[in-house]
């Protein structure tokens, strides 16, 4: 685990992250749930916060791919934590599988990362979701965390403002394995580079990836040499 932020913490799940936010009320709440059989680590990286796993009381996910939701049910049967998630992917989360179709990113480690990662028609244990949200809206967990509807590499992939503008958690809009790139692997590629543009427009201090390293300060500028913006 290690401090992105004051308040914020980047937790490995086994080649992807999940982010560890406390509120100003004391509550934590986990962005992603990684890979199956992980829980260990989240609940390692509460009780290194000096708090209990009970102390987790909201599971918030960019998206519904077996990487970002493995561990989802095991954490919620021992913490109890709500859940949020875009509609479009709680179908898939209460399914627990098969995930849609997803063409690999240009370049040799996304393509490389793909075929690793990649297996669509694995299942998990299914994870049911409490919430639904959508784009626009401030979610009351952890100060507002503000959904931004981000399409592309998930049809319900959503990303996450936290507390006005201090940390953008870009989810698999993008990664930042080798620099700012694209994630392994798009549903739908036109919308993934709208998506893109779309939060490389935004304001914001820091930020988290799904995979990849985090980016304390000055991220949206490195964001916008990326992938351009959409003003």
């Known amino acids: ?80 934590a709500e859940t949020w998630m875009h509609p479009t992917d709680t179908p898939i989360a209460a399914s627990g599988g098969p995930f849609r179709p997803m063409r690999p990113s240009p370049g040799l480690p996304q393509r490389i990362g793909y075929r690793v990662f990649w297996r669509p028609n694995e299942s998990v244990t299914p994870v049911h979701i409490d919430h639904e949200i959508d784009d626009g809206e401030t979610l009351p967990v952890a100060g507002g965390l503000q959904v931004i509807h981000t399409p592309g590499h998930a049809a319900g992939h959503v990303s996450l403002m936290w507390q006005g503008d201090r940390m953008l958690i870009v989810g698999d809009v993008g990664s930042n394995v080798a620099g700012v790139n694209d994630p392994l692997g798009f549903e739908n590629r036109e919308l993934g580079r709208h998506s893109q543009r779309r939060l490389a427009s935004l304001n914001f201090q820091a930020a988290a990836f799904g995979h990849g390293r985090a980016i304390p300060r000055d991220a949206a500028a490195r964001m916008r040499r990326a992938w351009g913006s959409s003003t």
């Open 1 to 80: 685990m290690k401090e992105i932020i004051e308040k914020a913490w980047l937790v490995p799940l086994g080649f992807v992250n999940g982010v560890l936010l406390e509120g100003d009320d004391g509550g934590l709440v986990l962005i992603d749930a990684g890979f199956p059989k992980h829980e260990a680590a989240i609940f390692d990286a509460v009780t290194a916060l000096g708090r209990q796993p009970e102390d987790l009381r909201h599971l918030v996910f960019t998206h519904a791919h077996p990487d970002h939701i493995g561990s989802a049910a095991a954490v919620i049967q021992r913490t109890g």
